[in-house]
């Protein structure tokens, strides 16, 4: 991309969101952060200095996420990225010890997880279609962020499994119909990595999950993932693809 970034990230304040951000700011360009914690979201515009921007976004809401949008837009003047990073585990067996999983558990991890991605990117896109169109005439990019459990998902994982996977499989229709508009689509999947959710296991847990990476065997760095990020931003002919980000990990089935 020839532009300067002009960044939406969403789950922006935090994990894989913040690494993302970060990367942006360094490279001279500007984000506009979407979270739905307020302290941890003023934290990280703090980190990042005055090319970055909050704004509280429940991206499962059509209206709040319109709203935002908006609000990226007048904060930037124009957006031409999307990152999508905003997500929950959804963890829990369809079959509990006590009863079936509630079906709002399911519900709600795919109306953040999936709903939430294609709400954002609608939205985004709806603007980056105005842009004027710069070198291979492409006027944005979206990123979405789905993982392994997408293709390997675990016991337990039923729900988030579902939510992941049913982000690879809009990636290439999305990318297909958006050729007209000049705007790619792309989906990271990562295995492992060490985020937020994963500092709240046990120490013995983590060194166990990245002891079963193949190589290398550790899970995998935040900026890691910021850098394919940014080198899918740049690469014009990445599009319409979901590439894997594991360490060469295929999650067992517990």
Request: aromatic content about 6%; some cysteine; charged content about 20%.
């Amino acid at each position: 991309m020839n532009q300067q970034i002009k960044a939406i990230v969403s789950g922006g304040a935090s994990g894989l969101g913040f690494a993302v951000a970060k990367r942006i700011i360094d490279e001279g360009g500007q984000v506009c952060l979407f979270d739905i914690n307020d302290e941890r979201g003023q934290q990280a515009v703090s980190e990042l200095g005055e090319n970055a921007s909050f704004v509280n976004t429940d991206v499962s809401s059509e209206e709040k996420v319109q709203q935002a949008v908006s609000v990226a837009k007048s904060n930037m003047q124009s957006i031409n990225v999307l990152i999508n990073c905003a997500g929950i585990l959804g963890s829990g067996r369809v079959l509990g010890r006590e009863a079936p999983m509630p079906l709002d558990n399911f519900r709600r991890t795919i109306e953040v997880n999936l709903i939430g991605s294609f709400n954002v990117a609608k939205s985004a896109a709806a603007v980056m279609a105005e842009n004027d169109a710069g070198a291979d005439d492409e006027r944005g990019v979206i990123i979405n962020t789905a993982s392994v459990a997408a293709y390997e998902g675990q016991i337990g994982q039923a729900a988030y499994s579902a939510s992941k996977g049913g982000i690879v499989g809009m990636t290439l229709p999305m990318a297909r119909e958006f050729t007209r508009f000049g705007i790619r689509v792309m989906t990271i999947a990562p295995g492992v990595f060490h985020t937020p959710m994963v500092d709240t296991m046990p120490p013995q847990v983590q060194e166990a999950l990245g002891a079963s990476v193949p190589f290398p065997a550790r899970l995998g760095k935040t900026s890691e993932f910021a850098e394919l990020a940014l080198h899918i931003i740049s690469n014009h002919y990445l599009n319409g693809s979901t590439i894997r980000l594991d360490g060469a990990i295929r999650l067992t089935a517990k």
